[in-house]
């Protein structure tokens, strides 16, 4: 079930949040209303597809399974050999359903052997249950989760607000807050807060990013049609589709969240600020770094076995980042660039802070900007054609269906309305007020993500004005939900 679509927001979300505060209100323990949680967050995962809940909860008795082994005895061989086979479930499971074929294929493209292709169906948010888990399992051996049971460990899992796309919540972040009396009452604050982040992650999702993702989508359809200035506004479009609508989603998961008076941890903090690559991910999907740095980087050894030893566990960590974002090359080869970006990054970090700041943030923007390109694309050969045709400057024209991607409803209102009055002839023709309107949306993006403070971080003032603005998002957003996309995070 999609966070952007009419069954979600108008009959799912309201009747779980009721439900919830109710349970809570007519059953003494909390137990009853974790229950009901849990069974949403279930029929919420499998809403279109059935088997992919029986693989969630084929993994949640599986990694229970290993923690209640890990309590039953103080050996620390068995407790670590069960620990160790926890994680290699889990990372098996991922490679299974997410890897396998790629596996296969290069396989066969090698050693040109012909084994069979699956086509195996990627199960929604696998990669952020199971390093949820495997954080959980960790902790476990470590003696962090003793007293937590079952139904919290349910809880914890499939929350639904965080369920297919993240935040990485650790334990200590979430199963205190279910256990907290005091958040079992309808907090009409919280409740404020939490309709007022979804509204504007609505928004950010439906009304801004999926318009960039029409212009992306033409352009890495018509790769060898490209002029240099298509391939310089599908780039900035991509920067801008994926910026909106990751944080779209982390703003309507923390705002889900909030009506259940629980707090999710931060997890995108205005990345595109960032005047360095080292900043931009500690800005960046925030709760996956700092799980690959906690449980990879430090258990390698993190910076304290010297320089050389530092840079290899980085590029570790983030290969193994690119190798999580998705099973093609594309990605393995954009985490091998950041990692050495990072590397580089270290090594100069004097000099580099010796730049002028604006210089800091124009080259840090343009490389992500770039790299994003082969993270987008099907193959590094599209990639490379993207990238060449941005920079080689030999077709400056702008293709008319690339400028008719931006041509919204909202768009075509305003020409009406401009066309009624007359207005329309202060403009020589229609080709250039398109064009106008797609540079305006890009400037438009651009002003957001460097001018206007995280939603999450913003301190809101709710009166009559707040609420009205908040209804207006929800009311827009609701009536542009007739071409609902995923959001890209669930691909991953």
């Not at 396989?107 to 952020?128: C, Y």
């Not at 990072?342 to 700041?357: A, S």
């Amino acid at each position: 079930m999609l966070f952007n679509s009419y069954i979600f927001i108008l009959a799912f979300l309201p009747l779980v949040v009721i439900g919830y505060y109710l349970f809570n209100k007519y059953f003494q323990t909390n137990r009853a209303a974790l229950f009901f949680l849990i069974a949403a967050s279930f029929v919420f995962y499998g809403y279109y597809n059935w088997t992919y809940l029986l693989i969630l909860i084929t993994s949640i008795a599986a990694n229970w399974l290993a923690i209640i082994l890990m309590r039953k005895k103080e050996d620390t061989f068995f407790r670590k050999t069960v620990m160790i086979a926890g994680i290699l479930f889990n990372t098996g499971l991922i490679f299974y359903f997410k890897y396998y074929d790629f596996f296969i294929k290069n396989i066969n493209t090698v050693f040109d052997t012909d084994f069979n292709v699956r086509n195996i169906v990627l199960p929604l948010g696998i990669s952020f249950f199971t390093f949820q888990q495997i954080s959980f399992v960790v902790d476990a051996y470590r003696h962090e989760t003793d007293d937590y049971n079952l139904v919290e460990y349910m809880a914890f899992v499939s929350f639904f607000p965080q369920l297919v796309a993240g935040p990485i919540v650790l334990h200590d972040e979430l199963v205190p807050q279910f256990r907290d009396e005091s958040k079992r009452t309808l907090n009409w604050e919280k409740m404020s807060r939490g309709l007022y982040l979804f509204a504007v992650g609505l928004a950010k999702k439906v009304l801004i990013a999926d318009i960039f993702g029409i212009a992306v989508n033409w352009g890495y359809s018509n790769v060898d049609y490209l002029s240099t200035i298509d391939a310089i506004v599908v780039i900035i479009s991509y920067t801008l589709q994926i910026y909106f609508d990751f944080s779209g989603y982390c703003d309507m998961a923390s705002g889900i969240a909030s009506m259940f008076h629980i707090g999710l941890p931060m997890n995108f903090d205005s990345p595109y600020k960032a005047a360095s690559i080292i900043e931009f991910w500690k800005r960046w999907h925030m709760t996956l770094t700092r799980f690959l740095r906690r449980y990879i980087y430090f258990p390698l050894g993190g910076s304290k076995k010297g320089e050389i030893r530092t840079y290899i566990n980085i590029m570790i960590v983030f290969i193994v980042s690119g190798i999580w974002h998705g099973a093609n090359w594309t990605f393995i080869i954009w985490g091998g660039i950041h990692g050495a970006a990072q590397c580089l990054n270290r090594r100069f970090k004097k000099q580099w802070e010796k730049c002028h700041l604006a210089f800091q943030w124009l080259m840090t923007f343009t490389f992500v900007s770039f790299t994003w390109v082969i993270f987008r694309a099907d193959s590094m050969a599209q990639a490379g054609k993207i990238i060449w045709r941005s920079i080689n400057f030999r077709n400056l024209a702008i293709s008319p269906e690339l400028i008719e991607c931006f041509n919204t409803v909202e768009i075509k209102a305003v020409k009406w309305l401009l066309s009624y009055w007359d207005a329309w002839n202060i403009f020589s023709a229609k080709y250039y007020i398109n064009g106008f309107v797609m540079f305006s949306c890009i400037l438009a993006g651009l002003f957001i993500v460097l001018n206007k403070e995280n939603a999450q971080r913003k301190t809101v003032n709710y009166h009559i004005g707040t609420a009205l603005w908040t209804a207006v998002l929800i009311v827009w957003g609701i009536m542009s939900l007739s071409g609902v996309s995923t959001f890209l995070y669930f691909n991953f």
